[in-house]
């Protein structure tokens, strides 16, 4: 197997936000059965070695795009943009109001004990998730790399109020 530059090329996928899970799983398997370090247990030491870190690269580019987010920001990484470095100042005002009331709605309805309510947020979350994936989707096939990181720097924040609403949730539930 030839040196991949990136994850995409190690799974043999053209280098695009979208791509099909069927097709990406399949040639993860197909992949990963040719270079599984088990095939090389007679092997000389190099070769095990050799088997064990590319099996080692293919599951972390597999496990990195199989995820839309993780995916969103590995390709926004492979076209010079590091979405982790940026600051929240540079999000849209209205979105970090936006997350501000989620995150005061969240403590008030964990304050309350308000499993229900947390629920319904957990719901409204998933609701504005699925608006900038196909946002994000369509930004990156528009070439639009900004805007397309200032929709995962959102998913981001997304993704941690989901996490706190988890938590929430679970806290009520051990209580």
């Known amino acids: 197997m030839t040196q991949a530059r990136n994850h995409f ?3 043999g996928l053209a280098a695009s936000y979208t791509v099909s899970a069927d097709v990406m799983d399949r040639s993860y398997r197909e992949i990963l059965s040719k270079v599984h370090p088990d095939r090389f247990a007679s092997a000389s030491d190099a070769e095990r070695r050799a088997a064990m870190q590319l099996a080692t690269q293919v599951n972390e580019a597999y496990q990195t795009l199989k995820h839309p987010l993780k995916r969103a920001i ?6 010079g943009v590091d979405v982790l470095s ?7 005002p209205a979105f970090l109001m936006r997350q501000l009331e989620w995150r005061e709605n969240i403590e008030d ?3 309350a004990r308000n499993a229900g309510r947390l629920e319904s ?3 409204e979350l998933e609701s504005e998730k699925r608006e900038r994936f196909a946002r994000l989707e369509a930004l990156f096939g528009s070439g639009a790399t900004q805007p397309a990181a200032e929709a995962a720097r ?6 941690k109020l989901e996490q706190a609403i988890g938590d929430g949730i679970e806290s009520l539930e051990t209580a």
């Not at 590995?74 to 076209?79: G, H, I, Q, R, S």
């Not at 940026?86 to 849209?92: D, F, G, P, W, Y």
């Not at 959102?154 to 993704?159: A, P, V």
Request: aromatic content about 10%; overall charge negative.
């Open 9 to 11: 090329e190690l799974l």
């Open 74 to 79: 590995y390709f926004l990484e492979l076209a």
């Open 86 to 92: 940026q600051t929240s100042a540079a999000m849209e």
């Open 109 to 111: 309805a964990r304050a």
């Open 121 to 123: 947020l957990r719901a």
């Open 154 to 159: 959102q998913l981001l924040f997304i993704d």
